[in-house]
T-cell receptor
Framework: RKEVEQDPGPFNVPEGATVAFNCTYS??????FFWYRQDCRKEPKLLMS???SGNEDGRFTAQLNRASQYISLLIRDSKLSDSATYLC???????????FGKGTTLSVSS | ETGVTQTPRHLVMGMTNKKSLKCEQH?????MYWYKQSAKKPLELMFV???????ENNSVPSRFSPECPNSSHLFLHLHTLQPEDSALYLC?????????????FGPGTRLTVT
């Protein structure tokens, strides 16, 4: 099983749609979870951290299921500007490094 | 944004050349990182420095040699590279090397080895 696995997509959705991305991770000892966003030919930037109780930031909701080792990101009311690659990120067993997934590409069209 | 800067932004080098990538962070962070991003592959962590000491080295070939002279600067010295080393090299920094902290990335150096 890959350390961090994501559906690469692309997800092509119209403006206003709700879209969900999933991610699984292999290390049951991981304690830190994040979603980063990377625009085309740009550097990754933190979108949000993922907490055990789940958390919401505007149109974005992140959920963590430790038992299933599964993380999700829900985007409501998609905007054209949401088009990007979304990277699922988990820390390693030692807590010394972040492990990135390959990313899920989202394309929002008008 | 000028939190983390990298130079050069693009580099083309032959396999026998020696070059260096430079990274500077203006955020007062204590940890700095080098990552490699190849097409259709996830970001790969190469090196981690905490307060100028290397704390992580992910089995990177010796043709990549990092240097961290102070907590604001990080270099990646390159020599006798291979074509498969062509990639985007990203520098990042964080407040602390603990992975609970957000990492801030620079714009990257796009390296092509011919």
């Amino acid at each position: 099983r890959k350390e961090v696995e994501q559906d690469p997509g692309p997800f092509n959705v119209p403006e206003g749609a709700t879209v969900a991305f999933n991610c699984t991770y292999s290390n049951s000892a991981s304690q830190s979870f994040f979603w980063y966003r990377q625009d085309c030919r740009k550097e990754p930037k933190l979108l949000m951290s993922v907490y055990s109780s789940g958390n919401e930031d505007g149109r974005f909701t992140a959920q963590l299921n430790r038992a299933s080792q599964y993380i999700s990101l829900l985007i409501r009311d998609s905007k054209l500007s949401d088009s990007a690659t979304y990277l699922c990120v988990v820390n390693n067993q030692a807590g010394t490094a972040l492990i990135f997934g390959k990313g899920t590409t989202l394309s929002v069209s008008s | 944004e000028t939190g983390v800067t990298q130079t050069p932004r693009h580099l083309v080098m032959g396999m026998t050349n020696k070059k260096s990538l430079k990274c500077e962070q203006h955020l007062g962070h204590n940890a700095m990182y080098w990552y490699k991003q190849s097409a259709k592959k996830p970001l790969e962590l190469m090196f981690v420095y905490s307060l100028e000491e290397r704390v992580e080295n992910n089995s990177v070939p010796s043709r990549f040699s990092p240097e961290c002279p102070n907590s604001s600067h990080l270099f990646l010295h390159l020599h006798t590279l291979q074509p498969e080393d062509s990639a985007l090299y990203l520098c990042a920094s964080s407040q602390d090397p603990l992975t609970t902290y957000e990492q801030y990335f620079g714009p990257g150096t796009r390296l092509t080895v011919t």
